[in-house]
């Protein structure tokens, strides 16, 4: 490449795929078979939104070096889930987009410090008909 600036441009194939995920291994003598699928979209792999309580551990400090002193330096958040995540897609392995509905919407200008894991700034999603599994 010359000096200065370059650009480069990539351009994936948005085929939709489906992919059966394995059975899980729970020990030598039991194997968990969940017909469990990851639905693709060129390399986009999509999830389910799920709603969640954030939650935490105690806040810790890593060593009296560190400024400002007295105060806590990070803590250990997780993310629990608190909506239904067992769907059952209505699938059509013969033509895998037949029950999919595609939308793209637009990508605002990030807030500041916000990462782009916010669901309102996601740019691309799939409807699919689905029922909860009891």
């Known amino acids: 490449l010359p000096q200065g600036f370059s650009s480069i441009t990539l351009r994936f194939p948005m085929v939709v795929r489906i992919e059966t995920r394995k059975p899980y291994v729970i020990d030598l003598n039991k194997i968990v078979t969940t017909n469990s699928v990851n639905v693709y979209h060129g390399p986009i792999l999509y999830a389910l939104p799920r709603a969640f309580a954030l ?72 409807r699919v008909k689905a029922q909860i599994v009891p």
């Open 55 to 126: 939650d935490h551990a105690t806040p810790y400090d890593d060593g009296s070096a560190l400024l400002p002193v007295n105060q806590a330096h990070g803590q250990n958040n997780y993310l629990l889930g608190t909506s239904e995540w067992n769907y059952a897609l209505l699938l059509d392995t013969t033509n895998t987009t037949r029950f999919f509905e595609f939308s793209r919407n637009s990508f605002p200008q990030l807030p500041r410090g916000q990462g782009p894991f916010a669901l309102s700034l996601v740019p691309l999603s799939i």
